[in-house]
């Protein structure tokens, strides 16, 4: 575990945690943003409502429980709109109720919001506890760059999510529609389009308490799906049909021999996901259309 970071941060950065996930995680989570003198919002889906999970409750921990699963999109957004009447927060760091925030990130992150008042999104890398890394280009993130960042590696002022009014709730995790995946990179579409910029740095953000990424194959087609969708909507198409079949090549030339051969059913589930995204017209797909 790593040291307590300047207590500053705590008036200034709250991590969001939508909870649908297995519980021993979610509380790892929170003990180590807790840990690192960060704020703590967990908004909970499901019948059951679990808040002794919280353990030592203080006024930077705060608990929202939404008997109805709709997805982490709305879980987040119900945690923004929640955030309006908290009025101690400057910058909020997405997470999921698997993911913990790494210290270094915390602070170097802070110091360029500090520095560059026109930075909207700070990002980094996601680690698993195997040691695999998901990361993009550090520097400032453009176009296409906005589909390989993953949400629990943001950093975004909650003005920012304010005014773009959260996240489109027809993407992501749990959400009701095909498409399981794609929230994230919409958000920062948005961002741009309004005129905000996104900065990618070189260190990891967030650590994945999963062993590696495990997908069921219906899972997995709605990821593929969620890509192609959000490809299609900020006008990525071709970039988009370019990648298709990129999961399939990837595993054969690069996972193959690290990796179960049951991986490869779910890798085609991806590509297959992708390519059905790309031919299903958007008027079949009830996709709510957040940009101004």
């Given at each position: 575990m790593t040291a307590k970071?300047?207590?500053?941060?705590?008036?200034?950065?709250?991590?969001?945690i939508p909870t649908?996930?297995?519980r021993q995680n979610v509380i790892d989570v929170i003990l180590e943003c807790k840990h690192l003198?960060?704020?703590?919002?967990?908004?909970?889906?499901?019948a059951s409502n679990f808040e002794e999970i919280l353990l030592e409750r203080d006024s930077d921990t705060h608990f929202i429980h939404v008997k109805e699963k709709e997805g982490v999109s709305k879980a987040r957004n119900i945690g923004i709109e929640y955030l309006k009447n908290v009025c101690d927060y400057?910058?909020?760091m997405i997470l999921n109720d698997c993911t913990i925030p790494n210290l270094e990130f915390i602070e170097q992150a802070l110091m360029v919001f500090r520095n560059h008042h026109d930075l909207d999104v700070i990002c980094g890398a996601c680690q698993f506890?195997?040691?695999?890394?998901?990361?993009?280009?550090?520097g400032e993130v453009r176009g296409w760059g906005f589909m390989g960042i993953l949400e629990p590696t943001m950093m975004i002022r909650l003005s920012t999510l304010q005014m773009l009014k959260g996240f489109d709730e027809t993407l992501g995790t749990g959400s009701k529609s095909r498409a399981q995946s794609g929230e994230g990179a919409d958000l920062l579409f948005r961002v741009s389009k309004n005129g905000g910029r996104v900065l990618n740095l070189n260190v990891v953000a967030s650590i994945d308490l999963?062993?590696?990424p495990s997908h069921s194959m219906k899972k997995d087609f709605g990821y593929g799906f969620g890509f192609?969708?959000?490809g299609k909507r900020h006008k990525m198409r071709f970039h988009t049909t370019l990648r298709v079949f990129t999961p399939i090549l990837r595993y054969l030339f690069l996972e193959r021999l690290a990796t179960s051969p049951d991986r490869f059913l779910n890798t085609c589930a991806v590509s297959l996901g992708r390519a059905v995204g790309l031919l299903?017209?958007?008027?079949l797909v009830r996709f709510k259309d957040n940009l101004k």
């Open positions: 970071t300047d207590s500053r941060n705590k008036k200034n950065l709250i991590a969001l649908i996930g297995e003198g960060l704020g703590v919002l967990i908004i909970h889906q499901g400057e910058y909020v506890k195997s040691g695999q890394v998901a990361k993009s280009k550090s999963r062993h590696s192609s969708t959000v299903v017209p958007p008027k």
